[in-house]
C-alpha cells in the first residue's frame, strides 16, 4: 500500500510526503513486520552518533573483540557490521530483519552489506550492529545510519564532550523519544576534570527533551590499548549494564514492547499526515482541471455568442452573400411558384455576381478564424491558471500556451464536415420533398448555404435592427425564401439542428486541445484510493497494537538501571 502511494504533484507537502512514505516502507520491512513476527528474537542495539564520536572503538571494547574497524580517516565505518553471540547469528543471517542488505562475513566497502561477526564473549539475546555516522558527508552514509536507527530495540547513542550539543544528534533523538524508542547515551572522550560539569549540563538537556529516563554512561578521555579497544575499568559499568539485560529476558522483552509500541504508535499521526498529503494532491489535480475546463468553456462560450449575436454575418460572409443573392443564380435554382420574390429582391442587391463556391468559402473562412482565436485564448489562458498554482508551474510546458500545431487544419476540416452535413441536414429534414428532387443537387446546395447563414443570427434568422442595418434587407430575403420553400417553423428548426451541429463539433475540438492538459494531470493524479487506503492502514496498526498486548506493556526496564 505504501509502495503505490504517490506524490507527483510538485506541492510544497509533496517531497516532506515522499521521504515520510520511503521511511515508513523501510521501518515496515526492516523492522516493524519482522519483529511483529518474532517479539522473542534477540534484542538490538543499534549504535549512533556523530562522526569521530568513537561508536567503532566502543562496539570492538564490548564485545571485546576487533570487529568494526576504527581510525582517524572519516568517515570509518562505510557499510554497518552486526556483531551477535554464535547462538542468535541465524536470527540476523536469515535476513527478516532489514532484508533489504546483503549479508557478508567480510568488510565492505558497499554500503548496501551488512557484515555479520560472531563474538562469543557477547552474552546470547543481545546484538550490536555499528551504524555509519548520522552526520557523515557521504549522502548514502548518512541515509542508511537513519534507516538502521529506525530498526532499533535500543538506541545506543554516541556523543563526545566536545559534540554534544550539536543539533543533528538531537534532532534524531527528539525523533526516537517520540517514537518512545528506549535510548541509553553515552558521553565520550570527557576530560576527568570537566566529567561532572559536562555530565550534568548534558543530563539538564537530556531532562528539557524528555529523555531524563534515558540511562546515561560517560566514559573519560583515555588512551586505547595495542588492539584499538579502551580499558576494561572504562567500560565496566556499561558493559555490566548490558549483561543485565541480556540474562533478563523480561527486561529485553520490555524494551522491544516499548520501542515496538512506540514505534506503531508513530505511524498512526504519520500515515494521517500522508493521507492529508494523498488528498491535497487530488485537491490540486481537480482544481487543474477545473481551470483548463474553465478555460475551454469560456471558449466554447465565445463560439456560441459569436453565433447568436450575428457578428459572423458582417464583413467577408455577408458581401458574398448579397452577391450570391443578387446574381439570381439563387433563385434560379427554385420553384416557379416562388419566382416572382426574385424580382423584388434582386432589387434591393446591386454588387456584382459571385459564385456559390464564394459564399461557402467565406463562411468557412470566417468560422476557421473564429475558432483559431478561440482556441489560442483558451491556451494561454488555461496555461496562465495552471501555472500560477503551485502544483503547476512544473507540469505544464511553455508549448501549452498556444494551440495545436495542427489546429488550423483540424479547424479547416471541422468547417467544411459540418458544411456537408448541413447539406445532408436538407436533404433528409426539407418540408417539400418534391421540391428538393425536382431542383437537384444545386438547389440542395443554394439552399443550403441559407441555412448556414441562419445559423449565424441570432433569432434563427430572424433579423435584429444590427442585422437589418449590415444586411441591406438580404436577411429577410434569404429568410423569405426558405421559408418559402420550407415553411417557417421548418426555418428554425433547420436552423437549430444545423447550430447545435456546429457547437458539438466545436466542443468536440475544444475538449480535444484541453487534453492536452488534461492527460498531463492524469497521468500526475494519484490514485483515488489513497487516502482512504492510508487511513485503512492506520486503523489497522491500532488494531495490530492492541491485539499484539503492546499498549500494556510494562513501563521501560532502563528505569533505575544507570550508571
Not at 117 to 139: E, Q, T, Y
Not at 224 to 235: E, F, K, N, R, S
Request: net charge negative.
Amino acid at each position: 500500500m505504501l509502495d503505490g502511494a504517490r506524490f507527483p504533484l510538485e506541492l510544497p507537502s509533496a517531497s516532506p510526503a515522499r521521504r515520510t512514505a520511503t521511511a515508513l516502507v523501510n521501518q515496515l520491512d526492516d523492522y516493524l513486520l519482522p519483529r511483529l513476527a518474532q517479539l522473542d528474537a534477540p534484542l538490538l542495539v543499534v549504535v549512533g552518533g556523530s562522526t569521530g564520536a568513537g561508536k567503532s572503538t566502543l562496539v570492538n571494547s564490548l564485545v571485546q573483540a576487533r570487529v568494526s574497524a576504527a581510525g582517524v580517516l572519516r568517515p570509518t565505518t562505510r557499510s554497518p557490521v552486526l556483531v551477535c553471540n554464535p547462538a542468535d547469528s541465524a536470527w540476523f543471517r536469515q535476513g527478516d530483519l532489514l532484508p533489504g542488505l546483503t549479508r557478508t562475513n567480510e568488510p565492505s566497502e558497499d554500503p548496501g552489506t551488512l557484515q555479520l561477526v560472531n563474538a562469543p564473549a557477547l552474552p546470547p539475546g543481545l546484538a550490536f550492529l555499528d551504524a555509519p555516522d548520522i552526520d557523515s558527508v557521504v549522502d548514502a552514509n548518512r541515509t542508511l545510519a537513519g534507516q538502521l536507527l529506525s530498526a532499533a530495540d535500543l538506541w545506543l547513542f554516541v556523543t563526545t564532550a566536545a559534540r554534544y550539543a550539536d543539533a543533528v544528534p538531537w534532532e534524531l533523538l527528539r525523533t526516537a523519544q517520540a517514537r518512545g524508542t528506549v535510548i541509553v547515551m553515552v558521553l565520550d572522550r570527557v576530560p576527568p576534570e570537566a566529567i561532572d560539569e559536562v555530565a550534568a549540563h548534558l543530563s539538564e538537556m537530556l531532562a528539557e527533551q524528555d529523555l531524563g529516563s534515558a540511562p546515561l554512561f560517560v566514559l573519560p578521555e583515555t588512551q586505547v590499548d595495542g588492539q584499538g579497544m579502551l580499558p576494561d575499568w572504562a567500560t565496566l559499568p556499561m558493559a555490566t549494564w548490558f549483561s543485565r539485560l541480556a540474562a533478563d529476558a523480561d527486561a529485553r522483552t520490555a524494551v522491544i514492547r516499548q520501542t515496538l509500541d512506540g514505534a506503531l504508535a508513530a505511524l498512526l499521526p504519520t500515515l494521517e499526515e500522508l493521507a492529508a498529503a494523498a488528498d491535497e494532491q487530488t485537491a490540486a489535480a481537480e482544481a487543474l482541471d477545473e481551470r483548463v475546463r474553465a478555460a475551454y468553456r469560456s471558449g466554447h462560450r465565445t463560439v456560441e455568442q459569436g453565433l447568436r449575436d450575428g457578428r459572423l454575418l458582417r464583413g467577408e460572409v455577408l458581401a458574398r452573400w448579397q452577391e450570391f443573392v443578387g446574381t439570381g443564380e439563387f433563385f434560379r435554382s427554385l420553384e416557379a411558384r416562388i419566382g416572382r420574390l426574385r424580382d423584388r429582391l434582386v432589387a434591393t442587391v446591386t454588387r456584382r455576381p459571385a459564385p456559390a463556391a464564394e459564399l461557402r468559402t467565406a463562411i468557412e473562412s470566417q468560422l476557421v478564424t473564429l475558432l483559431r482565436g478561440v482556441a489560442a485564448e483558451a491556451a494561454e489562458n488555461a496555461y496562465t491558471g495552471c501555472r500560477a498554482h503551485p502544483a503547476g508551474a512544473e507540469l505544464f510546458p511553455a508549448e501549452l500556451a498556444h494551440p495545436s500545431d495542427d489546429l488550423p487544419e483540424r479547424a479547416e476540416r471541422l468547417v467544411r464536415d459540418w458544411q456537408r452535413g448541413v447539406l445532408e441536414l436538407v436533404r433528409a429534414e426539407g418540408g417539400d420533398k418534391r421540391f428538393v428532387a425536382r431542383t437537384a443537387a444545386y438547389a440542395v446546395n443554394a439552399t443550403g448555404l441559407a441555412v448556414m447563414i441562419a445559423v449565424f443570427a441570432s433569432t434563427a434568422f430572424i433579423p435584429t435592427g444590427a442585422e437589418v442595418a449590415t444586411g441591406a434587407g438580404t436577411t429577410v430575403a434569404a429568410q423569405a425564401v426558405l421559408q418559402a420553400i420550407f415553411g417557417d417553423q421548418a426555418v428554425r428548426t433547420l436552423a437549430a439542428k444545423a447550430r447545435a451541429d456546429l457547437l458539438k463539433r466545436v466542443r468536440t475540438l475544444l475538449d480535444e486541445e484541453a487534453a492536452r492538459f488534461l492527460t498531463r494531470t492524469e497521468q500526475a493524479r494519484p490514485e483515488p484510493a489513497t487516502a482512504a487506503e492510508l487511513r485503512g492502514a492506520a486503523a489497522w496498526v491500532e488494531v495490530t497494537r492492541r491485539h499484539s498486548g503492546l499498549i500494556e506493556a510494562a513501563p521501560t526496564p532502563t528505569e533505575g538501571t544507570g550508571t
